[in-house]
Nanobody
Framework: QVQVVESGGGAVQAGGSLRLSCTASGRAFSSYVMGWFRRAPGKDREFVSAISRSGGSTNYADSVKGRFTISRDNAKNTVYLQMNSLKPEDTAVYYC?????????????????WGQGTQVTVSS
């Protein structure tokens, strides 16, 4: 069983920054592709960013490119999402997920292990 746990959410004003962290346990962390998704009120869960096993390949949603940065530290079993220049439309529950895929997927169906989510609220 894989356990995925997010942390680092909170409330910030527009233009501010937050860093989310996520750990995955139960199997070698470096064997997973890791992704971040979010669900805003009244909307479906959407892809935010993902990173390959080695960290050498990343994907971003167009809405966060240039503002968010995903990274990982396999020695610490942790993936990060640095969020800068936050906007009110970034308000959502952010989920971390792990995938056994051989590429860096952007769809929820390719991720098999999910955390419980962490709330990010950006006020104007």
């Amino acid at each position: 069983q894989v356990q995925v746990v997010e942390s680092g959410g909170g409330a910030v004003q527009a233009g501010g920054s937050l860093r989310l962290s996520c750990t995955a346990s139960g199997r070698a962390f470096s064997s997973y592709v890791m992704g971040w998704f979010r669900r805003a009120p009244g909307k479906d869960r959407e892809f935010v960013s993902a990173i390959s096993r080695s960290g050498g390949s990343t994907n971003y949603a167009d809405s966060v490119k240039g503002r968010f940065t995903i990274s990982r530290d396999n020695a610490k079993n942790t993936v990060y999402l640095q969020m800068n220049s936050l906007k009110p439309e970034d308000t959502a529950v952010y989920y971390c997920a792990a995938s056994n895929s051989n590429y860096v997927p952007v769809t929820t169906g390719r991720y098999y292990y999910w955390g419980q989510g962490t709330q990010v609220t950006v006020s104007s």
